[in-house]
C-alpha cells in the first residue's frame, strides 16, 4: 500500500492561489491513478481532480475547472495541485488518495489516502 503525504495548506485571501503537494512512497508511483480530494464541515468527500497514469488525462470537477491544475512528478513521486483565484467555498480539508486498480473519479475507488491538509479562503 502506498504512504501519502500532503502538504502546502493553509490561510489565503479570496482571489489567492496556494500548491498542494502530495509525497508517495512506493517504487511504482508512475502507475497509480492519482487524485486530490475535499470535505468541508458538514459536507460528503467530493472528487477534485484526478490525473490517469496512462496518458496523463485529466478529470476536474465543475467547481474547480479553469482554476485548478493537476500535476504528477513521477521522477520525484509527487503529486501536486495548483489552485488560483482561490474563493471561499474551497475552504476544506484536501486529501490526496492512490487508486492502483481501474481508472476511477469516485473516492471510494482509492485505497490509500493521506492524513489531509486544511485549506481556508477568507473572503
Known amino acids: 500500500q502506498v504512504q501519502l503525504v500532503e502538504s502546502g495548506g493553509g490561510l489565503v485571501q479570496a482571489g489567492g492561489s496556494l500548491r498542494l503537494s502530495c509525497a508517495a512512497s512506493g517504487r511504482t508511483f508512475s502507475t497509480y491513478n492519482m487524485g486530490w480530494f475535499r470535505q468541508a464541515p458538514g459536507k460528503e468527500r467530493e472528487s477534485v481532480a484526478v490525473?490517469?497514469?496512462?496518458?496523463?488525462?485529466?478529470y476536474y470537477a465543475d467547481s474547480v475547472k479553469g482554476r485548478f491544475t493537476i500535476s504528477k512528478d513521477n521522477a520525484k513521486n509527487t503529486l501536486y495541485l495548483q489552485m488560483n483565484s482561490l474563493k471561499p467555498e474551497d475552504t476544506a480539508v484536501y486529501y490526496c488518495a492512490a487508486n492502483t486498480g481501474s481508472y476511477s473519479v469516485r473516492p471510494g475507488d482509492f485505497g490509500s489516502w493521506g492524513q489531509g491538509t486544511q485549506v481556508t479562503v477568507s473572503s
Open positions: 490525473i490517469r497514469w496512462i496518458g496523463g488525462s485529466t
